[in-house]
């Protein structure tokens, strides 16, 4: 039996993985499950898997909880704010932790279960994204077994062999990261300016939590992939090719030196990468329907088109370039999806924000958390002055 915390339960990532360990109730036992503010889906989820612990971000919050918790005479007890989710990430009792709160409100949860050595499946990109070279120390000093949830990664993965250790002992000539373009891969750029939040947010292949589904769209999901992939595998931004994939059915692939290339295939659907991780090295049942390919009948690949989607572009500058740049580029963009989600900035200010802050910072080597901590709240300041001046322009 494994005892698992669910941080970010409530989210898309956590309810695909509260239904795959529902499938086996052999093997998986909830330790704790976290959300934000939505005490109702958390009372729901507390009724069906009665975890240990439930943590809400805040103390209102968690009052309200604990009120519902005790008219249905249940026994979860209720922890409040970032030290919550440490206790929970960090316990004793607590053997994996599924890391799927988004952003960088994540990190400092996702950080104490790799340091307290736990099996760590990575959902919250942004952490790696923030602070790689820390995190993969910390991985490696800790013992922690980093296992990836991105679809991605978790391809890639699965195309490694058993051993990896690095490309060249590998036998690897590169990495392919394949994304499928969102849903703004074929719209005349003219009318890039005039989207909405939700046809921003009605991804083609994935059913996704908000603030994805907008990088999808401008592509610096894939950009801060490609970052993530550069951690996770200790490879150099020259190893990796990313290639457009409008099915979204192949989610990655790996190329041998003698020219083979394996490819991780499946339907879009989280619960395989999440199965996968949460079993390893075993396979389990996820639930996922199998691929059909005489309906499927055919794949499509495009080169990536930097003018469409500058971020991609940022995001693999800031890749070559190091530091703390990548903190200062996650930090402009969640604050710019946000106000374009908030209908503050329009779909086409979001590079320019990212660009502008990226532009006016310094890049520092990240020699400890509190450095990146200062780039990320330096990058957010920043942000909101460039969202409040591209307001006034509108
Ligand atoms: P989501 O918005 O659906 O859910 C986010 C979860 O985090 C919710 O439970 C929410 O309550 C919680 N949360 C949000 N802000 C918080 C805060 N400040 N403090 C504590 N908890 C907070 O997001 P999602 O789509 O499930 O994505 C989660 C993570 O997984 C992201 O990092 C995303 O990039 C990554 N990811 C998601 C998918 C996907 O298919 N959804 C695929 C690959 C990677
Ligand atoms: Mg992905």
Redesign the pocket.
């Known amino acids: 039996m494994q005892t698992i915390t669910v941080?970010?339960?409530?989210?898309?990532?956590?309810?695909?993985t509260l239904d795959v360990i529902a499938r086996h109730p052999d093997r998986y036992q909830v330790f704790a499950l976290?959300?934000?503010?939505?005490v109702e889906k958390?009372l729901r989820q507390c009724c069906d898997c009665r975890p240990r612990f439930a943590?809400m971000?805040d103390e209102q919050s968690a009052e309200q909880l604990r009120a519902g918790l005790q008219a249905k005479g249940l026994e979860t007890e209720v922890l409040a704010g970032?030290s919550g989710?440490e206790w929970v990430s960090a316990h004793d009792d607590v053997d994996s932790v599924m890391?799927?709160?988004?952003?960088a409100?994540?990190l400092a949860?996702t950080l104490a279960a790799v340091n307290s050595g736990k099996k760590v499946l990575l959902?919250?990109?942004?952490?790696l994204v923030m602070a790689g070279g820390l995190f993969m120390k910390a991985v490696a000093e800790s013992g922690a077994v980093l296992l990836p949830?991105?679809?991605e990664h978790n391809a890639i993965f699965q195309c490694m062999p058993a051993n990896y250790q690095n490309l060249e002992q590998a036998g690897i000539r590169k990495i392919l990261l394949t994304g499928s373009g969102g849903p703004f891969r074929q719209t005349p750029l003219l009318d890039l300016a005039q989207v909405t939040p939700d046809q921003a947010c009605a991804h083609p292949n994935?059913?996704?939590?908000?603030?994805?589904?907008v990088?999808s769209a401008t592509m610096m999901?894939k950009g801060?992939e490609f970052i993530e992939a550069c951690w996770m595998f200790g490879v150099r931004p020259d190893d990796i090719e990313v290639v457009v994939h409008p099915q979204s059915i192949i989610h990655s692939m790996v190329e041998y030196a003698d020219g083979s290339v394996l490819a991780q295939m499946g339907n879009p659907d989280?619960r395989t990468?999440i199965a996968h991780a949460m079993a390893w090295p075993e396979r389990i049942e996820s639930g996922v329907a199998s691929l059909n390919f005489t309906d499927l009948a055919r794949l499509d690949f495009e080169s990536p088109d930097y003018q469409r989607f500058p971020c991609l572009r940022l995001a693999t500058e800031v890749a070559a370039r190091g530091g703390t740049l990548a903190a200062t580029l996650n930090a402009a963009n969640e604050v710019a999806v946000d106000a374009f989600l908030g209908e503050q900035i329009g779909f086409t200010d979001i590079p320019k924000v990212i660009e502008q802050v990226l532009n006016g910072s310094d890049c520092h080597e990240p020699v400890n958390l509190d450095v990146v901590k200062v780039a990320d709240a330096e990058a957010r300041e920043m942000a909101y002055q460039w969202v409040a001046r591209l307001q006034r322009t509108a």
């Open positions: 941080l970010g339960s409530t989210g898309s990532i956590g309810v695909s976290t959300a934000h503010t939505s958390l943590v971000r970032e989710l890391a799927a709160i988004v952003g409100a994540g949860a959902a919250n990109k942004e952490s949830i991105d679809s994935w059913s996704m939590g908000r603030k994805i589904s990088d999901n801060l989280m990468p």
